[in-house]
Structures are given as C-alpha cells and as structure tokens.
C-alpha cells in the first residue's frame, strides 16, 4: 500500500488516466498567437525547430530565434524591431532560464513582452509534450481526435 494509504499515487492521475486537455483552449490559444503575429508581435523561439513548429500553425509573422546567442542581444534586437513580443520557449530548464532573461532584458525597454501565453501553454500541455517544436504536431492530433477523418 503507499503512503496515501489509498493504493493510489499520491498527487497524481491515477496510472493510464490521461488528465483532460480542452480542445477549446488550446484553440483559442493557438488563434491568439496567429493574430498577435498578423498584428506585429514578434515570437521569440529557441531555435529553427520552434519556428518551424509555428509555421505550421499559422504564424506568419515575426520570428526571432534564440539559439546560440546571449540572451541581452536577443532582447535588444528584439525591443529595437519589434513593439509586441511574446517569449515561447520551451518548458524544460533551459527553457525557463531563458524566458527569465528575456523578461528581465525586456522589462526596462518599451516593447510589451508576453509571457502570459507561454505560461497558460505550457499548462495546458507540459504533460504532453516538453517543448515549441512538437507543438504543431499536439494540435495536429488533438484536432485528429476531435474529429477524426474517416476511413476510406
């Protein structure tokens, strides 16, 4: 028995329960980033995967990547070209150290920063997928099993 005294995981779905995603929200969420973009905003992504990733979900806009450079000049580029940045990277450590930076470099320049959608996705997925690049194709299978395509 463990230690909950119930036999269950304490804290936690029980094993083989997937906890329930709203298809909805995660629509809603995904239409806010294409029209933040279509608006201007700029997405700041770790890498060429992530852009990937939100190409494939609509985002024709701005995209600055991350990859390999100090997070002070990613931030400047950013705040000098752009008046609307949202910071989507990913939810894993480096992720979270780098979305930190970003915040702290952009805060004292005039650019709105977004952190609030990267926050609401990273709830709503995190137990599914752990990063931007596997999020298009999330959405590609959730929207699957919303309304599957019939078989021929």
């Known amino acids: 028995m463990s230690r909950s005294g119930r036999g269950g995981r304490k804290g936690r779905e029980p094993r ?15 239409a806010s980033l294409v029209e933040a973009s279509e608006a201007g905003a700029a997405m700041i992504v770790e890498g060429e995967r992530d852009e990937r990733s939100l190409r494939e979900l609509g985002v024709e806009g701005p995209v600055v990547r991350a990859a390999r450079r100090p997070a002070l000049d990613v931030a400047e580029e950013a705040a000098r070209d752009y008046r609307d940045v949202v910071v989507l990277t990913d939810w894993d450590r480096a992720g979270e150290e780098l979305a930190r930076r970003m915040e ?11 952190l609030d ?3 609401r996705l990273k709830r709503m997925v995190r137990r599914e997928i752990k990063d931007v690049e596997s999020l298009s194709r999330f959405v590609e299978r959730v929207r699957w099993e919303r309304c599957p395509k019939e078989l021929p």
């Open 117 to 119: 959608t990267r926050e």
């Open 104 to 114: 702290q470099h952009l805060q004292p320049t005039r650019a709105r920063v977004d």
């Open 16 to 30: 083989g329960r997937r906890p329930s995603l709203d298809p909805d929200s995660l629509e809603d969420l995904v």
